[in-house]
């Protein structure tokens, strides 16, 4: 049989062996704790606490506001410090609650169930939603909307991607090896709320011990299958994970349920597991800390909030001066100027590198090689929408697709003239999806 | 402040593939056709290849710095032009139409059009075009001193018989790049395989070529006839060397299929029912010119967008 894949695509260098035998081990915050009341997609969330209230690990300190929105928690025990404006991993300034941590982890009571079998579907999604699950890949969608479709009964496929497609993440692979029941659990939570669904495990074929063992886990679960996929970047984007192992293709303006699918990443459905089970809201998430300029790259349980200084800290430091660091993973990552920004609901890893590959190799003259066009998953032709966007030509730009760009880098990486064609294709989507709200 | 790190939007790693390393493939993937041009023409065919080359780079060079632009040579890709430009010419042309080849190729086709990337046809063809209309009897003068007789091509087309190993292996008169389909075709697989280039166009052409040769050529299915067209001139040269300029190729894949078969009937047309047995520089730039209009005529389908739930 042919490997499941999607046309396109590249093979950077992947890194994942710095990291990912190495077990996760859980990091205690030791400074203050920095909640972003914008972590998802949506509107921010709204602060409940005031300025000198105690709060308790797991205690809402933020409310949902409005319909896309998720509410926050505290992860530690302390006293609210301040609310006010702080830098987050994307540059800006954004509205946060500042907790002093305590250092004693008092926790609130949760209300556990034995079985989800008792819970209706509603009480099930309504868990998801009051837990603050959202997209943890990397988008920050409220969990609880992908999962309360239209017509539900429309849904034929789960999948959960576990692709980590990205080069140096081994957090999705560490979860997996380590707490694949949970996984396998979440999943079939979720399987719960579709009668018509069959869930998709999907793995990369770098993983296979994984696999594996996802297999023999499942292997009495009618409804469960692993599908391995080829390994090639970005295999775990939404709408590449969906075709590689359903055969169905969306563009953008589709969403996963239009092709029949739920599309969730491995640390949300086990943060369902935790929100319909345990009824313990998403707290923490795990942080892969690696790159060349870090002394014991590894991964990390992370409770929310904790500055990045302290993850660098845990992972011992820096054994050479970091040149570039970026939150998340090099394909789709921020950089950052400096680490005093929290982890947030989002953040899949913390790369720090001793050398910057953009900023070393000197945009040239396009020789029209080709090289953009053969990567592009979405199948568009990059350069030329590159020089649309540089000259402003809107029309053209949309004309041919512009807006079916995913930014997921791509084109940038394997442009032998290191044009930045990425970076200005995302430049010219930005201002049209700021256009489009204005209408 | 010195402690701020670098920041870039995304992605923020790059391919170790740089335009430089692309043209220095290339330069490889064309020694082996240039050594057998050397070793089957002797020394005059190495001094044209070492003049041509100084040409295109000097000139490129020299422009630059008048203009008070950046200097480009770095990237290797007038070596290139200058190289193929040399492979293209008999090895009994004086120096100077190296000279003025190389400083055509350069200024009129390359630099006043922006430079690289810019060209609209091959420089190095549209050199050797401009060579073979101002100065057809030097250009189509392959005495030298292995070979007396008509190139393969000429001698096929007035129905002599010809020694088709011998062409395959090159050791026929032509010019200095063009006569070794086993050189040729052992450089194209070299860039076949760094990924440099892909078969489509070379394929398409070829193909295509062959189809119509066996339609129009008056000889059937003919074996002997169609290795001959396959062997002689500079068909191998163009489909993989020149055809393949990124430039001036359409840049997606389904205009690559149509630019290819387009070439092979030009080509066809211009062997068998024009003047001259050879048609293959003129098939290239001619497609050169019809890129845009191919381009437009053949924009690739975003993914997703047929709008069905199944692919």
Redesign the interface.
């Known amino acids: 049989m042919a490997k499941l894949t999607?046309?396109g695509g590249?093979h950077?260098?992947d890194g994942k062996d710095m990291s990912k035998d190495k077990p996760i081990k859980e990091v205690l915050p030791k400074g203050d704790l920095v909640y972003p009341l914008s972590q998802h997609i949506g509107a921010p969330a709204t602060p409940i606490v005031a300025k000198g209230d105690h709060v308790l690990t797991g205690q809402k300190i933020a409310e949902a506001s409005g319909f896309v929105s998720a509410p926050i928690y505290a992860t530690v025990s302390g006293t609210v410090k301040a609310i006010e404006p702080r830098r987050v991993v994307t540059?800006d300034n954004v509205m946060s609650i500042v907790v002093e941590n305590d250092g004693r982890y008092s926790e609130v009571a949760y209300s556990p169930v034995d079985s989800y079998e008792e819970l209706t579907k509603e009480q099930i999604i309504g868990r998801v939603k009051e837990a603050g699950v959202v997209g943890m890949g990397g988008a920050g969608f409220p969990t609880f909307i992908k999962l309360s479709p239209k017509e539900p009964e429309k849904i034929e496929y789960v999948i959960v991607n576990c692709a980590e497609c990205e080069?140096y993440l081994t957090s999705d692979y560490r979860r997996m090896l380590e707490e694949p029941e949970k996984l396998v659990q979440g999943l079939k939570i979720i399987l719960h709320l579709f009668g018509n669904a069959r869930g998709i495990l999907a793995v990369e074929d770098n993983k296979p011990d994984c696999i594996e063992l996802l297999k023999k886990l499942t292997k009495d679960e009618g409804r469960i299958s692993v599908k391995a996929l080829k390994t090639k970047y970005p295999q775990g984007a939404e709408?590449q994970i969906i075709?590689a192992s359903t055969?169905?293709?969306?563009?953008?303006s589709?969403l996963p349920a239009?092709?029949?699918c739920v599309v969730d990443n491995v640390d949300t459905v086990v943060a369902v597991y935790h929100a319909v089970m345990l009824g313990k809201p998403l707290m923490n998430r795990i942080v892969t800390v690696t790159g060349d300029a870090i002394a014991d790259p590894r991964n990390f349980i992370v409770r929310i909030g904790t500055n990045y200084h302290e993850l660098v800290e845990e992972a011992g430091g820096f054994k050479e001066k970091?040149?570039?660091?970026?939150s998340?993973g090099?394909?789709?990552?921020?950089?950052?100027?400096?680490l005093d920004v929290p982890t947030t609901k989002t953040a899949s890893a913390l790369l720090c590198?001793t050398q910057?590959?953009?900023?070393r190799?000197e945009p040239?003259?396009?020789?029209?090689?080709?090289?953009c066009?053969e990567a592009c998953?979405?199948?568009?032709?990059p350069?030329?929408l590159a020089d649309y966007a540089e000259s402003y030509r809107e029309e053209a730009f949309l004309a041919?697709?512009g807006m079916?760009c995913c930014?997921c880098?791509?084109c940038?990486?394997?442009?032998?003239?290191?044009r930045?064609l990425?970076?200005t294709i995302?430049s010219m989507r930005k201002m049209q999806l700021a256009k489009r709200k204005k209408k | 402040m010195s402690?701020?790190?670098?920041?870039?939007?995304?992605?923020?790693?790059?391919?170790k593939?740089?335009?430089s390393?692309?043209m220095l493939a290339v330069i490889v993937a064309l020694l082996p056709a240039a050594g057998f041009g050397i070793y089957n023409f002797g020394v005059d065919a190495l001094i044209l290849i070492v003049v041509t080359v100084a040409t295109t780079v000097f000139t490129e060079y020299a422009y630059e710095k008048l203009m008070g632009k950046k200097v480009?040579i770095g990237?290797y890709?007038s070596v290139v032009t200058g190289l193929l430009l040399a492979l293209n010419l008999p090895s009994s042309a004086p120096w100077w139409i190296g000279v003025l080849g190389g400083m055509f190729a350069i200024l009129a086709v390359k630099m006043l059009f922006g430079?690289?990337?810019?060209n609209f046809m091959n420089p190095a063809l549209a050199a050797r075009c401009f060579l073979l209309i101002s100065f057809t009897s030097i250009m189509t003068n392959f005495e030298c001193d292995t070979y007396t007789g008509a190139t393969p091509l000429a001698a096929l087309k007035s129905g002599e018989s010809l020694d088709i190993l011998s062409m395959v292996i090159g050791k026929t008169s032509g010019t200095i790049g063009e006569t070794s389909m086993i050189a040729i075709v052992l450089g194209a697989c070299f860039l076949v395989l760094l990924g440099v280039i892909d078969l489509r166009i070379p394929g398409s052409y070829i193909v295509s070529f062959v189809i119509f040769i066996c339609l129009f050529g008056g000889h059937g299915v003919n074996t002997a006839y169609i290795s001959a067209h396959l062997a002689g001139g500079g068909l191998m040269l163009g489909a993989f060397f020149m055809a393949t300029d990124?430039?001036?190729?359409p840049?997606?894949?389904a205009g690559q299929y149509v630019f290819g078969i387009l070439l092979g009937i030009l080509t066809g047309i211009f062997r068998i029912f024009g003047p001259s047995a050879e048609g293959v520089s003129y098939a290239i730039i001619i497609g050169n010119l019809l890129v845009p209009l191919i381009e437009k005529s053949t924009?690739?389908?975003?993914?997703?967008?047929?709008?069905?739930?199944?692919?």
């Open positions: 999607f046309v590249i950077p260098f540059g080069p709408r075709f055969g169905r293709s969306i563009n953008s589709m239009d092709a029949g970091p040149v570039k660091i970026i998340g090099p394909m789709m990552g921020f950089g950052i100027f400096d590198l910057d590959d953009v900023s190799m040239s003259a396009c020789i029209n090689c080709g090289k066009v998953p979405s199948r568009i032709v350069r030329r041919e697709n079916e930014e880098g791509c940038s990486y394997v442009c032998p003239a290191k930045p990425t970076q995302k | 402690d701020l790190m670098k920041v870039s939007s995304n992605p923020h790693v790059r391919s593939v740089t335009t390393s692309i480009t990237d890709s430079g690289l990337g810019q990124y430039v001036t190729r840049i997606t894949k924009p690739p389908k975003a993914f997703g967008t047929k709008g069905g739930k199944r692919a």
